[in-house]
């Protein structure tokens, strides 16, 4: 069996006043997330996004079409436990996912939930602590961390269950800059060091730029898909979309623009710096 979480013509609306037909949030969407891919999804506000997160989770089930993690309809109400110990969500506010009066506990309390016997528990919560840099306030109460801080406890709370795919709904909507770096820093840990499959909703363009792939929605729809420098080149269609690209990109497609025949494939602030150069340089 390929490990991957499917959707088939994938249908969602939620409930509509009485008399009134409920708006489709998503229309018969098909994507596959492979595992161990790290996967970007963003789209203007209402594009469906945060729907999808949730269904891939079975938090949410679909209202039409099918929703599949490693073969298991979420749709089957005996897959349901199995699908939510296979994919975490974390959402954007971390106090909705912050239960407990110390940071260890905190993490510790899915894998309890769970069944873990303790001693695993107890190295478990270790390992996901250390893997998102927070061990060292373990001992600390979660209301009193910055909002950086607390996402990061929340995302230890998801590693503690070791899913096999990891989903963050909009993880820095609430966060300033330096709290974004903090949980942008550690999805590249998960990547980097555990090899975990990242599914990342959101509406940054800046955070997108080191996925193996971008989806974008618009409207429930899929309107583009591929890799980061594919998607960026179309500065253009995006905006039409209503969204943006990253500063990088936009700075290469100004100076096209202005006559320089700069890529528009550079989206790090170095590689950005180097195309400029080698042109200005000859």
Not at 206 to 213: F, K, L, M, T, V
């Amino acid at each position: 069996m390929q490990h991957r979480i499917e959707t088939q013509d994938l249908t969602y609306a939620y409930h509509a006043p009485q008399g009134e037909a409920a708006p489709l949030v998503l229309k018969a969407l098909n994507l596959q997330i492979q595992s161990g891919s790290f996967v970007a999804v963003v789209g203007a506000n209402g594009s469906g996004k945060s729907t999808l997160a949730k269904l891939c989770n079975g938090i949410l089930l679909p209202a039409g079409g099918r929703v599949f993690v490693d073969g298991l309809d979420t749709l089957d109400e005996q897959n349901q436990l199995e699908i939510h110990r296979r994919v975490g969500l974390v959402f954007q506010n971390p106090d909705n996912q912050i239960v407990s009066s110390l940071v260890e506990d905190d993490v510790a309390f899915a894998p309890e939930n769970l069944g873990v016997p303790p001693a695993e528990i107890r190295e478990r919560v270790d390992e996901a602590l250390k893997a998102v840099g927070m061990y060292g306030y373990r001992r600390h109460a979660p209301h009193l961390l910055s909002g950086g801080q607390k996402q990061r406890v929340a995302i230890a709370g998801v590693i503690a269950m070791r899913p096999r795919y990891i989903v963050l709904d909009e993880p820095t909507a609430m966060l300033d800059p330096v709290g974004r770096r903090e949980v942008l820093d550690t999805i590249q840990t998960l990547r980097r060091e555990l090899g975990a499959t990242v599914v990342l909703i959101t509406h940054h363009m800046s955070e997108c730029i080191h996925a193996d792939r971008i989806v974008v929605l618009s409207d429930g729809e899929t309107v583009m898909d591929g890799p980061p420098a594919s998607v960026f080149s179309q500065v253009k269609q995006l905006e039409g979309l209503g969204l943006s690209v990253p500063g990088t990109t936009a700075l290469l497609d100004a100076l096209r623009q202005g006559g320089l025949d700069v890529p528009l494939d550079a989206l790090g602030v170095e590689a950005c710096a180097q195309a400029i150069a080698d042109v200005i340089m000859g």
